[in-house]
């Protein structure tokens, strides 16, 4: 069900207006509405907050199916269940109450605040502050390149709370469009994913209410770690989605274009090509699937296989959109067709969320933590 449900929306709605959001560069707003509109956004929210209780394994089909739509109009979806993530995570039960239910209904969406100028692949470099002032925090810095900022009403932000504890010294907060003192810079113009909208945050002597604390004081930064853990494999997912779309581009094409009196999919270095991509494709996937059903039952040892599966299927991506333009030729490399876009879209895939030498390293720190005995 979740599945021909978002097939149908990524047939419907987005992708016959897939090329219009990536030229004028706009946010899918509407489409949104349909996704809230099909109960999307409930897959991940448990039940007893007015989801639909599904895991990892659930979110990540559904993103495989809107990735083959448009990349840029998933990761909206997807940033907003990245940034409830720590609500659910270590939010109290009157924080999940207020906020989760809204996140189910698609009523609003979310956003996850954590890179800076300073903090990005090292995300212990945040300069963002936090000060209890009363019954109040007030928070003071900038967030860069954050996912549906602007267009969002709820932000889960990083912020330290105490400078001399380093990175146990952070801690997350949720901040509300309209809050005082928060604001939005400029909206990046961007080479791929271009439905989707990147803003900085600004707070300046930004006010909310003690009760916005996530969690413990000190404890944002293992929250971010189970955060990213979790929404990893999402990413891995859009790869798996995007490629698919560019192997079906390929294929058809390959079997429409006639040179030398025959379909140049007739031709064996042609017919390598699509196997390659084919056999890559269907190992990401197994990959992704594998490393999400580990995820749902085993949700305390999910590092390794989070990373494994983000690096293996956004690589994949990358190559198999490459090979896809290659494939259409001079054809390729237009805007008249899809495969252009969809090789820009992917290069984003190797670098958000945490970039692929980042994960590379993960799974080398766990390897060594195996191995150690």
Known sequence: MIVETAREITREKIIPVRAELDEKNEFPRSILQDMARAD?????????????????????????????????VATTYAASALGIFPVMIAGSPEMKEKYLPQIATGEKWAAFGLTE???????????????????????????????NGGESQIYTIVAITDPAKGARGASIFVVEDGDPGFSYGKKEDKMGIRASCTRELIM????????????????????VMKTLDSSRPGIASLGIGLAQAALDEAVTYAKQRVQFNK???????????????????????????????????????????????????????????????????????????????????????????????????????????????
């Open 40 to 72: 999307l956004f409930g897959i991940f929210i448990p039940e007893e907050y007015g989801g639909f209780g599904g895991g990892c394994f659930e979110t990540v089909l559904a993103l495989e199916e809107l990735a083959k739509g448009c990349v840029g």
């Open 117 to 147: 100028a300073n903090a990005g692949s090292d995300a212990s470099g945040v300069q963002t502050t936090a000060v209890l002032d009363g019954d109040e925090w007030v928070l003071n810095g900038t967030k860069q390149w954050i996912t």
């Open 204 to 223: 300046k002597d930004c006010r909310i209410p003690g009760d916005r604390l996530v969690g413990r004081p000190g404890s944002g930064f293992v929250t």
């Open 263 to 373: 379909p140049i999919i007739s031709f064996q270095a042609v017919q390598h090509i699509l196997a390659d991509m084919a056999i890559q494709l269907e190992a990401g996937r197994a990959l992704v699937y594998g490393a999400a059903r580990h995820i749902d039952a085993h949700p305390r040892d999910m590092s390794k296989v989070s990373s494994m599966c983000k690096v293996f299927a956004t690589d994949m991506a990358m190559k198999v959109t490459t090979d896809a333009v290659q494939i259409l030729g001079g054809y390729g490399y237009m805007k008249e067709y899809p495969v252009e876009k969809m090789m820009r879209d992917a290069k984003i895939l190797q670098i958000y969320e945490g970039t692929n030498q980042i994960q590379r390293n993960v799974v080398g720190q766990c390897l060594n933590k195996e191995y150690a005995a």
